[in-house]
C-alpha cells in the first residue's frame, strides 16, 4: 500500500530540532540504553546480542527519504518465518535486539508462549514518514578509530540510518504438541479458505475463517500498537484486521517510536 506524502510531513526545522544530537565525546552513556540518534555510536554484547548505545564520535548532516506504508500477512511454522514476519532484525542467527520496537515484539511473541509445533497467522502493519539517512559523515576533532579504548568508549559502528514510525501486529497462535497436530491445524485453515496453498488469505473474511478453526484447537491471541499516542481498539478474531490495517495506515505517527537502525564502521568516516 502507499501511504498519503502528507502523513506525518515534517519540515526541515522540525528535524533539526527532533533530532538534534544529545550525545557528545564527554559523555558516558548508561549502561544499557539503546542507540536512538543518528550518529550515535553503538555495540553489540551479550547472547542474544543486544545493541546498547556508546557515545558520539560522528557528525554530519541528514536527509530524510523512504515513506513506508507496508502491510504482512502471513502464517508462520518455525521461528524464523515468524521472526521474519515481524521485522525483527537477524544476526549470528539470533534476533538483534536493538530498538523498542524489538523489545515489544519480542515480548508480544513470548506472551503467547510460541513453542515448536504451533501454527501462528501474522498480521503485521509498518507505518513510516521516512527514514533519516546520515550525510556528509565525518570525526568529530580528537576522535581515532582503532586507539585504544575506542569501541568501549565509541562502539564498534555509528547510527548511519535512524526510522521512527508506528507499528501494529497481531498473533493468533493455535497451539500443537507434535507434527501431526500441526498438520491438522494447518487442513482445517485451508478447509476453511484461511491458506491459499500455503500463504495466508488475507481478506477482510480471516478473522470469520480464524474464529471456525479455533473452535476446534487451542489458541491464544496477543497484538501491540506502538508509535501511536491514542491507538484505535483492536479485538483479535473479531476486528477485521484488513479494514483496520487499512485505517491504521492513514493515522499519522504522533509519538513514534524506533522501528529500525542501520550502521556503519568508523573506518570509512574522514577526519573532521
Known amino acids: 500500500m502507499d501511504m498519503d506524502d502528507k502523513a506525518g510531513d515534517l519540515t526541515e ?23 536512538a540518534a543518528l550518529f550515535q555510536g553503538a555495540l553489540a554484547v551479550g547472547r542474544p546480542p543486544r545493541l546498547i548505545g556508546k557515545s558520539t564520535g560522528v557528525t ?13 500477512a502471513r502464517i508462520c511454522v518455525d521461528d524464523q518465518s515468524l521472526t521474519m514476519s515481524l521485522d525483527l532484525k537477524i544476526g549470528g542467527g539470533v534476533v538483534i535486539v536493538d530498538t523498542g520496537s524489538a523489545e515489544s515484539k519480542l515480548q508480544l511473541i513470548s506472551s503467547i508462549g510460541v513453542s515448536n ?9 509498518k507505518h513510516v514518514p521516512g527514514s533519516l539517512f546520515a550525510k556528509g559523515a565525518r570525526l568529530l576533532p580528537g576522535v581515532r578509530p582503532g586507539t585504544q579504548g575506542f569501541v568501549d568508549y565509541y562502539g564498534g559502528a555509528w547510527v548511519s540510518k535512524i526510522t521512527h514510525g508506528a507499528e501494529f501486529a497481531s498473533i493468533v497462535n493455535y497451539k500443537a504438541a507434535t ?21 495466508l488469505n488475507f481478506d477482510f473474511s ?5 474464529e471456525a478453526v479455533a473452535k476446534h484447537f487451542a489458541y491464544d491471541t496477543d497484538y501491540l500498537i506502538r508509535g501511536i499516542a491514542s491507538p484505535p481498539y483492536f479485538e483479535p478474531l473479531e476486528t477485521k484486521s484488513a479494514e483496520f490495517c487499512r485505517d491504521f495506515l492513514k493515522l499519522t505517527p504522533d509519538s513514534p517510536i524506533v522501528t529500525d537502525l542501520d ?8 577526519p573532521g
Open 13 to 35: 526545522a522540525a528535524l533539526d530540532r527532533r533530532y538534534e544530537l544529545d550525545y557528545s565525546p564527554g559523555e558516558v552513556q548508561a549502561m544499557w540504553t539503546p542507540p
Open 117 to 125: 509445533y504451533d501454527v501462528t497467522i501474522v498480521v503485521y502493519a
Open 179 to 199: 507434527r501431526e497436530q500441526r498438520m491438522g491445524i494447518v487442513s482445517a485453515l485451508k478447509a476453511e479458505g484461511a491458506l491459499a496453498g500455503n500463504s
Open 206 to 210: 480471516l478473522e470469520a475463517k480464524l
Open 60 to 72: 554530519g548532516e541528514h536527509i530524510q527519504l523512504n515513506a513506508e506504508s507496508r502491510v504482512r
Open 263 to 270: 550502521f556503519t564502521d568508523y573506518g570509512s568516516v574522514p
